[in-house]
């Protein structure tokens, strides 16, 4: 009989152990996007990886793979760059009779995207370790920035004579996972595109910047502000705004009705006609194609109707919306309401290292506040011609089509959905990245690609080569060990310390 029982209470705890396992992996499969899921599983190592098959010029360059498309993705595509642009975009290239000039590059089934558009990042902060989660979610920006209503202040702070390393940082950083242009308030020459400064446009991008604004009501002092509209003395106006190229402009960030004030002072010209006395005090109304709005959290359906009829742009910032207030937009109704949307990580401190581990928390928070899948594709066109859109830089980056900017990252072969694979695929499985059809980052085996010097540089678990020494100043290595402790730029697939995506209400 002992022996029985042993038997038996064995092969109960066998059953525990399987049905808790059980249970884990449908959790994952229900919350985690496919990629990841399949991440959990089987590790992220790729599958694939490009080859060189001939050896031309620099300058003309065909990339063979699954070419993701406007009109959807080509499994035996190909694109042609040439002098920085994209050329040709077709299927079945052949390498007979072609210009033996060309450079050929097979990367099989690897995804060929155009490169990420990064619409919302403070640079500056990019040394900062994210904020420790202190279980407290509040309500306006200004309850965490200044603390207001009793709240926890989060600093972040960066020495001055840090500043320009710590933005440099940041474009590594981006630029490592695949992110081509940023908007972020800050600029170095080189690496990353930068949207809102004119000598930050890079070879070939030839139009104006966009402006980009933290306080466009003039409240960096803290003003919190309900039923009227006593900001700062120089909050925006529409005939200031109506001069904007583009104007991108951080708005309601936060759930209470101070939040909700800011874009009813923005949107309605009657709302309050009654000045300060020094200045500004009155209502406008910017809500125009050339606006795109920062978060947006504060506004309510019929407001996002307006914003729809309008014209104008949300950027959205999930994981920073989460962690910070534990609520983000329900971004289907905004999608389904005709509203032009791109993704953005916003500051390290609260938002995503990275693009791809935004588009993690999109697809996380969407399902678990809403109930509702959010496609990759989806989450795939907020990265990229959303984002150009958005900016109105659609005419030159954003998608891969003749006579755009050859802005591509290539990410290795894997299993499931191509876009994502793109979207959700680790900063590992990425495989080439261009700015302009020059290479700036490749597999450790093609630095061949690339007239300038290269060097090896471990992301994870993969091994890479960039290029960028020239641009840089000083060699990667250099300036990697004189940044030694600050948060990293080469990041594993899952970033230290990342600000948690969940639905948490203090």
């Known amino acids: 009989m002992t022996l029985v029982r042993r038997r038996a209470k064995a092969l109960w705890i066998y059953a525990i152990i399987i049905v808790f396992f059980a249970f884990c992996l449908f959790l994952a499969r229900r919350f985690l996007p496919n990629s990841s899921f399949s991440n959990i599983l089987f590790g992220s190592v790729s599958h694939g990886g490009c080859k060189i098959i001939t050896k031309g010029n620099y300058d003309k360059l065909i990339l063979k793979g699954v070419v993701l498309t406007p009109k959807g993705p080509l499994q035996d595509g190909y694109v042609l760059v040439e002098s920085g642009k994209v050329a040709e975009v077709g299927t079945s290239y052949s390498s007979e009779s072609q210009d033996t000039l060309i450079t050929v590059v097979d990367c099989a089934n690897s995804v060929i995207s155009p490169g990420f558009i990064n619409l919302h990042e403070h640079l500056t902060y990019s040394i900062v370790s994210p904020f420790k989660d202190l279980g407290e979610r509040v309500s306006h920006r200004h309850d965490w920035r200044v603390g207001a209503r009793n709240r926890t202040i989060r600093e972040a ?3 001055e004579d840090m500043i320009g390393d710590s933005i440099k940082w940041g474009e590594l950083r981006h630029l490592f996972s695949g992110t081509t242009s940023v908007v972020g308030g800050g600029m ?3 690496l990353v595109r930068n949207l809102d400064f004119a000598s930050g446009l890079e070879a070939g991008l030839l139009d104006a910047p966009s402006v980009w604004d933290v306080f466009p009501l003039d409240d960096a002092d803290g003003i919190l502000r309900n039923n009227d509209c006593d900001y700062g003395p120089e ?14 402009a951080h708005v309601g960030e936060g759930v209470d009705d101070e939040a909700a004030n800011e874009f009813r002072c923005l949107s309605d010209e009657t709302y309050d006609s009654l000045p300060m006395p020094g200045g500004g005090g009155l209502s406008t109304d910017i809500i125009a194609p050339n606006l795109a709005m920062v978060h947006a959290l504060g506004l309510s359906a019929s407001d996002f109707d ?3 009829k309008r014209g104008a742009h949300i950027i959205w910032s999930p994981r920073s919306n989460m962690f910070l207030y534990g609520k983000t937009l329900n971004i289907t109704y905004l999608l389904e309401a ?3 949307v791109a993704l953005g990580t916003d500051w390290l401190p609260s938002g995503s290292a990275t693009m791809s581990r935004e588009a993690h928390c999109a697809a996380l928070a969407t399902q678990q506040l809403y109930g509702r ?6 989450i795939w066109e907020m990265m990229t011609i959303n984002a150009a859109r958005a900016a109105s ?4 980056i954003g998608s891969l089509e003749v006579g755009k900017l050859a802005d591509i990252v290539i990410f290795t072969e894997s299993t499931g959905d191509v876009y994502s694979q793109a979207v959700f695929g680790s900063t590992e499985n990425i495989e080439m990245v261009l700015r302009g059809g020059r290479v700036l980052l490749v597999g450790d085996k093609l630095g061949g690609l690339s007239s300038s010097h290269c060097e090896p540089v471990q992301i994870g678990r993969s091994r890479k080569a960039i290029c960028i020494a020239d641009e840089l100043g000083l060699s990667y290595a250099e300036f990697a060990a004189s940044l030694a402790g600050f948060y990293p730029a080469a990041l594993p697939s899952i970033p230290p310390y990342e600000p948690l ?6």
């Open 501 to 506: 995506c969940d639905a948490i209400v203090s």
């Open 188 to 190: 170095v020459t080189g």
């Open 338 to 340: 005709g509203i032009n």
């Open 306 to 308: 307006l914003v729809a």
């Open 373 to 378: 899948h959010l496609e990759a594709k989806t």
């Open 157 to 159: 702070l960066v020495a």
């Open 235 to 248: 909050a925006i106006d529409r005939q200031r705004a109506e001069k904007y190229h583009r104007y991108l």
């Open 393 to 396: 830089f659609e005419q030159h």
